[in-house]
């Protein structure tokens, strides 16, 4: 394959039916899109228009409307939160001992419209996910169970 970049699994749905291709990220643009804050990323495909005839996949054809897979690195120390869990000041707030809630700064690492990635919790930590503006550090709670505990999936 060409180059050493990250890889990338393009994919598509034509007639009906999902088609996939390797690639490999060669570049990214110079410059960041102002208005979007997108950075855009250069794939390479090998062969991309090649037709071997034991399959019947249509080939890769400029204009084609495409997701990406980018494969990452794995992060350790970093759990995906509900947004909601993370505070206006980089904080969120922990179910402590004797059920009191403490609060604890934390680093965001990414974030979407729905969920947050941040670095600074342990593993077992108990994290408030609720929106609640009347929860403040030292008040007693009793807690409900959640999906999972920080470091889990949601």
């Known amino acids: 394959m060409i180059g050493a970049g990250p890889k990338v699994l393009i994919s598509t749905v034509f007639a009906g039916e999902r088609w996939e291709w390797d690639a490999i990220i060669e570049r990214t643009e110079a410059n960041l899109d102002v208005d979007s804050r997108v950075l855009y990323a250069v794939a390479v495909v090998e062969k991309p228009f090649s037709f071997d005839g034991s399959s019947s996949r249509p080939p890769l054809t400029p204009g084609m409307f495409v997701e990406a897979e980018i494969a990452g690195r ?4 970093v ?5 909601s869990a993370l505070r206006n000041d980089g904080t969120v707030l922990l179910v402590g001992n004797e059920s009191q809630l403490e609060k604890r ?5 990414h974030s979407d419209g729905r969920n947050v990635w941040i670095a600074g919790l342990g593993a077992g930590d108990r994290v408030v996910v609720s929106e609640d503006s009347l929860l403040s550090v030292g008040m ?15």
């Open 74 to 77: 794995a992060m350790s120390g």
């Open 79 to 83: 759990a995906r939160l509900p947004r």
């Open 105 to 109: 700064s934390v680093r965001t690492m």
């Open 140 to 154: 007693t709670v009793t807690p409900t169970p959640a999906m999972q505990m920080a470091g889990g999936e949601f």
